[in-house]
């Protein structure tokens, strides 16, 4: 704002003067700028600052976080005791790999810690441009080698990557989008991030199994798991995501949220081919999908979100068409019925047909209502432009039904002893999947001429 006070001498400034000369001393001519800073202290002024500082270790980091609030000369005293070696080691906890303590009380409240501590910071900073608040901060976190990329050797009994990200969320909360697309750009200038990201998604999958796993504890870790608002959560995912293009986005989705060993980490990639999976391999991809989905995600389109789940389908090579079921069915209606609509408008009939058999499948072995597969259908049906288009994708539907059980027998027939059991139990749900479906095709015909 422009001050209204004119430039020249006026009587204004002697007002203020003798206002305050009668309980002062005689007037000064030269402003003491120490003494203003000093007078904003109060009480604390009387402190030497060794004092000062000794009092601060018996508060508590959100006692000191609302002290920096006081005035800008004590938040000067705590970003300076903030840089001192025992304001370092005071507020920098390093209990991270306490293997005990990591899923309990005490795991908990080193996160607590960090987030107060990105409360303090935040408001010590306040004043600060964004650029040097980052540069500051960076200087103070840089000899946390935990908070580091590449920095712990066991990251996975380790909280540090957790306690930075619960750090980073506190600190950058209500910030606008351009600062926190200068947050993400400072973030992988110091993790070296996208030559990283580049060096996975450009390699055979699983030939860098370490890095891999690093970046998925990273980007997790740090960017995505601690937002309460989805809109935050797709605002960071889309920041990872964007730069790459789709068959990337695909790889380094499955990298970030899909299946891994619960023996060492490391991305399972052979999960999606080799058999059929469960609901908890899936999750965390559905879980992605349906974030960047939501209208909240503004830099995706519809189109884009199908494109991609169409080319993690692929990743790292086709999967076995029950775990794209399955995913679609984890996914929510939205994506399920865009995704198969997409199929009927290009002309990919008879492999919408197989997909609409292993949703019924899907139902089956998962207990879902079975009439939900025959709604889904209903509603793909409507995007057929004739009944003739229409006629022969039903067509293909019962086709697909009856191919996939007579290659069901003749596996069973044809197997060993333990593939036999394996098969006839497949056998057995694809055939229940079938005589459930119809079932409740019959009903909704019966009531529909009710």
């Known amino acids: 704002m422009t001050s209204t006070v004119s430039t020249s001498f006026t009587l204004i400034p002697n007002q203020k003067y003798r206002r305050s000369s009668r309980r002062s001393k005689p007037f000064c001519h030269t402003v003491d700028t120490d003494s203003?800073?000093?007078?904003?202290?109060?009480?604390?002024?009387?402190?030497?600052?060794?004092?000062?500082?000794?009092?601060?270790?018996?508060?508590?980091?959100?006692?000191?976080?609302?002290?920096?609030?006081?005035?800008?000369?004590?938040?000067?005293?705590?970003?300076?005791?903030?840089?001192?070696?025992?304001?370092?080691?005071?507020?920098?906890?390093?209990?991270?790999?306490?293997?005990?303590?990591s899923g309990k009380r005490e795991g908990s409240c080193i996160l607590e810690h960090y987030r107060s501590l990105g409360l303090l910071l935040k408001r010590c900073t306040l004043l600060l441009p964004t650029k040097d608040r980052l540069k500051y901060i960076h200087k103070i976190l840089s000899e946390v080698s935990c908070f580091k990329l590449s920095g712990c050797p066991s990251p996975l009994h380790c909280l540090g990557l957790q306690c930075y990200g619960v750090f980073l969320q506190t600190l950058t909360a209500g910030w606008d989008e351009?600062?926190?697309?200068?947050?993400?750009?400072?973030?992988?200038?110091?993790?070296?991030?996208?030559?990283?990201?580049?060096?996975?998604?450009?390699?055979?999958?699983?030939?860098?199994?370490?890095?891999?796993?690093?970046i998925r504890l990273f980007c997790r870790s740090v960017l995505l798991n601690h937002w309460i608002h989805r809109s935050d959560s797709a605002f960071w995912l889309t920041r990872i995501l964007k730069p790459w293009p789709m068959v990337n986005q695909a790889r380094l989705l499955y990298i970030i949220f899909g299946p891994v060993s619960s023996i060492n980490g490391h991305v399972v990639w052979q999960k999606m081919i080799d058999g059929p999976t469960d609901e908890t391999s899936l999750k965390g991809l559905a879980d992605a999908i349906k974030l960047l989905y939501d209208t909240e995600?503004?830099?995706?389109?519809?189109?884009?979100?199908?494109?991609?789940?169409?080319?993690?389908?692929?990743?790292?090579?086709?999967?076995?068409?029950?775990?794209n079921a399955r995913l679609l069915i984890l996914s929510g209606n939205n994506i399920c019925f865009t995704f198969m609509a997409s199929k009927a408008v290009n002309g990919r009939a008879v492999e919408l047909a197989r997909l609409v058999v292993f949703l019924a499948l899907v139902c089956e072995k998962d207990l879902y209502c079975m009439d939900w597969?025959?709604?889904?259908?209903?509603?793909?049906?409507?995007?057929?432009?004739?009944?003739?288009?229409?006629?022969?994708?039903?067509?293909?539907?019962e086709n697909a039904f009856a191919h996939m059980i007579m290659d069901m027998l003749q596996s069973v027939m044809s197997g060993d002893r333990e593939e036999e059991d394996s098969s006839f139990l497949n056998l057995f749900h694809l055939v229940n999947a079938q005589s459930n479906f119809h079932k409740e095709i019959l009903y909704l015909t019966m009531r529909s001429t009710s």
């Open 178 to 214: 351009l600062e926190c697309h200068r947050v993400y750009n400072f973030l992988c200038e110091l993790s070296n991030l996208p030559r990283k990201v580049q060096t996975v998604v450009s390699s055979k999958p699983g030939s860098a199994r370490k890095l891999e796993l690093r």
């Open 36 to 101: 203003e800073s000093l007078s904003t202290l109060g009480n604390f002024k009387a402190l030497p600052l060794e004092i000062f500082q000794m009092v601060l270790k018996y508060l508590s980091v959100t006692d000191i976080s609302m002290l920096s609030m006081v005035s800008k000369a004590i938040s000067n005293r705590l970003i300076n005791y903030i840089s001192t070696s025992s304001g370092n080691r005071r507020l920098l906890l390093q209990d991270f790999h306490n293997l005990e303590i």
């Open 373 to 397: 597969a025959v709604k889904m259908m209903q509603k793909v049906c409507k995007v057929f432009s004739t009944p003739g288009e229409r006629n022969n994708f039903l067509q293909s539907v």
């Open 297 to 323: 995600a503004k830099e995706w389109t519809a189109d884009d979100v199908i494109s991609l789940v169409d080319e993690l389908s692929v990743v790292p090579r086709e999967w076995l068409m029950e775990n």
